[in-house]
Protein backbone atom coordinates (compact mmCIF):
# COMPACT_ATOMS: atom_id res chain seq x y z
CA UNK A 1 0.00 0.00 0.00
CA UNK A 2 1.21 3.42 -0.73
CA UNK A 3 0.07 6.41 2.08
CA UNK A 4 -0.89 9.31 0.17
CA UNK A 5 -2.05 12.29 2.24
CA UNK A 6 -3.50 15.38 0.44
CA UNK A 7 -4.53 18.33 2.82
CA UNK A 8 -5.56 16.92 6.34
CA UNK A 9 -6.74 13.10 4.45
CA UNK A 10 -5.29 10.18 4.14
CA UNK A 11 -5.35 7.84 1.47
CA UNK A 12 -4.04 3.94 1.46
CA UNK A 13 -3.70 3.46 -2.55
CA UNK A 14 -2.69 0.05 -3.76
CA UNK A 15 0.28 -0.06 -6.15
CA UNK A 16 -0.19 -1.27 -10.05
CA UNK A 17 1.21 -4.80 -8.34
CA UNK A 18 -1.37 -5.02 -5.74
CA UNK A 19 -4.15 -4.23 -7.70
CA UNK A 20 -2.95 -6.98 -10.45
CA UNK A 21 -2.69 -9.37 -7.55
CA UNK A 22 -6.01 -8.75 -5.47
CA UNK A 23 -8.02 -10.61 -8.16
CA UNK A 24 -6.07 -13.83 -6.67
CA UNK A 25 -5.63 -12.50 -3.55
CA UNK A 26 -9.07 -12.41 -2.59
CA UNK A 27 -9.77 -15.90 -3.79
CA UNK A 28 -6.94 -17.07 -0.73
CA UNK A 29 -8.47 -18.89 1.52
CA UNK A 30 -8.60 -16.97 4.63
CA UNK A 31 -8.79 -13.65 3.22
CA UNK A 32 -10.14 -11.01 5.29
CA UNK A 33 -10.29 -13.79 7.78
CA UNK A 34 -10.66 -11.87 11.90
CA UNK A 35 -9.96 -14.11 15.23
CA UNK A 36 -10.85 -13.25 18.98
CA UNK A 37 -7.97 -12.40 20.41
CA UNK A 38 -6.55 -10.83 24.06
CA UNK A 39 -7.02 -7.70 22.30
CA UNK A 40 -10.60 -8.11 20.95
CA UNK A 41 -10.76 -9.21 16.87
CA UNK A 42 -8.60 -9.09 14.84
CA UNK A 43 -7.44 -9.22 11.12
CA UNK A 44 -5.73 -12.51 10.62
CA UNK A 45 -1.78 -11.76 8.49
CA UNK A 46 -0.56 -15.35 7.39
CA UNK A 47 3.41 -14.57 6.88
CA UNK A 48 4.52 -17.86 6.79
CA UNK A 49 4.73 -18.56 2.74
CA UNK A 50 7.93 -20.18 2.62
CA UNK A 51 7.33 -23.57 4.48
CA UNK A 52 3.49 -23.62 3.32
CA UNK A 53 0.84 -21.54 1.65
CA UNK A 54 -2.90 -20.89 1.83
CA UNK A 55 -5.49 -22.48 -0.24
CA UNK A 56 -6.49 -20.90 -3.34
CA UNK A 57 -10.33 -21.67 -4.05
CA UNK A 58 -10.38 -21.67 -7.41
CA UNK A 59 -7.75 -25.19 -7.40
CA UNK A 60 -9.22 -26.29 -4.14
CA UNK A 61 -12.43 -26.11 -5.86
CA UNK A 62 -11.27 -27.91 -9.61
CA UNK A 63 -9.54 -30.70 -7.43
CA UNK A 64 -12.93 -31.41 -5.21
CA UNK A 65 -14.88 -31.48 -7.97
CA UNK A 66 -13.08 -32.69 -11.65
CA UNK A 67 -9.85 -34.25 -10.04
CA UNK A 68 -11.58 -35.83 -6.89
CA UNK A 69 -13.81 -38.27 -8.04
CA UNK A 70 -11.11 -40.24 -10.33
CA UNK A 71 -8.42 -39.99 -8.07
CA UNK A 72 -6.59 -43.34 -7.23
CA UNK A 73 -3.38 -44.83 -7.06
CA UNK A 74 -1.03 -44.09 -9.52
CA UNK A 75 1.19 -46.35 -11.61
CA UNK A 76 -2.24 -48.58 -11.68
CA UNK A 77 -3.43 -49.13 -14.80
CA UNK A 78 -6.41 -51.61 -14.62
CA UNK A 79 -8.84 -49.08 -13.97
CA UNK A 80 -9.99 -45.39 -14.84
CA UNK A 81 -8.79 -44.34 -11.46
CA UNK A 82 -5.17 -45.58 -11.67
CA UNK A 83 -4.72 -44.65 -15.32
CA UNK A 84 -6.06 -41.09 -14.62
CA UNK A 85 -3.85 -40.57 -11.67
CA UNK A 86 -0.52 -41.86 -13.78
CA UNK A 87 -1.63 -39.36 -16.61
CA UNK A 88 -2.21 -36.58 -13.99
CA UNK A 89 1.36 -37.50 -12.25
CA UNK A 90 3.08 -37.51 -15.93
CA UNK A 91 1.75 -34.38 -16.90
CA UNK A 92 2.24 -32.36 -14.45
CA UNK A 93 6.19 -33.37 -14.37
CA UNK A 94 6.37 -32.20 -17.50
CA UNK A 95 4.58 -29.07 -16.63
CA UNK A 96 7.04 -28.45 -13.78
CA UNK A 97 9.79 -29.36 -16.64
CA UNK A 98 8.81 -26.96 -18.55
CA UNK A 99 8.28 -23.96 -16.18
CA UNK A 100 12.07 -24.69 -15.10
CA UNK A 101 13.79 -24.62 -18.02
CA UNK A 102 14.26 -28.50 -17.61
CA UNK A 103 15.05 -30.84 -20.77
CA UNK A 104 14.68 -34.71 -20.85
CA UNK A 105 18.06 -35.58 -19.07
CA UNK A 106 17.02 -33.25 -15.78
CA UNK A 107 14.95 -35.36 -13.38
CA UNK A 108 12.31 -34.35 -10.71
CA UNK A 109 12.42 -35.60 -7.17
CA UNK A 110 8.49 -35.68 -6.59
CA UNK A 111 7.29 -36.45 -3.42
CA UNK A 112 3.85 -35.56 -1.13
CA UNK A 113 5.47 -34.34 2.09
CA UNK A 114 7.27 -31.07 1.06
CA UNK A 115 11.01 -30.13 0.68
CA UNK A 116 12.06 -32.31 3.79
CA UNK A 117 10.64 -35.20 2.51
CA UNK A 118 12.39 -34.45 -0.75
CA UNK A 119 15.56 -33.91 0.90
CA UNK A 120 15.57 -37.10 3.00
CA UNK A 121 15.16 -38.65 -0.09
CA UNK A 122 17.54 -37.27 -1.92
CA UNK A 123 19.68 -38.49 0.29
CA UNK A 124 19.42 -41.45 0.47
CA UNK A 125 19.30 -42.04 -3.12
CA UNK A 126 23.11 -40.47 -3.48
CA UNK A 127 23.90 -43.08 -0.37
CA UNK A 128 23.94 -40.25 2.22
CA UNK A 129 21.25 -40.69 4.25
CA UNK A 130 22.35 -43.00 7.34
CA UNK A 131 19.61 -45.11 8.92
CA UNK A 132 18.78 -44.15 12.23
CA UNK A 133 19.35 -47.03 14.22
CA UNK A 134 23.36 -47.84 13.06
CA UNK A 135 23.80 -44.08 13.25
CA UNK A 136 25.45 -44.40 16.20
CA UNK A 137 28.08 -46.65 15.29
CA UNK A 138 29.45 -44.88 11.86
CA UNK A 139 32.30 -42.37 12.10
CA UNK A 140 32.48 -40.23 8.85
CA UNK A 141 35.26 -37.71 8.46
CA UNK A 142 34.31 -34.14 8.03
CA UNK A 143 36.37 -33.96 4.94
CA UNK A 144 34.34 -36.47 3.39
CA UNK A 145 31.18 -34.79 4.38
CA UNK A 146 29.13 -33.84 1.49
CA UNK A 147 27.84 -30.30 1.28
CA UNK A 148 24.25 -30.11 -0.32
CA UNK A 149 22.76 -26.53 -1.59
CA UNK A 150 19.39 -25.77 -2.25
Known amino acids: MIKAIIGDSTYLLQSELEQFFQQYHQHVSGYNYHFETP ?20 IESKIQHQIGPLVGNTHTETNVTGTTMTEAYHHAQQVIKQHVNANEDDIIIMD ?9 KLQRLLG ?13 NEEDRPIIFL
Open 39 to 58: YGKKKMIYADWTASGRLYNP
Open 112 to 120: GSGMTSVVN
Open 128 to 140: LRVPSNIKANIAV
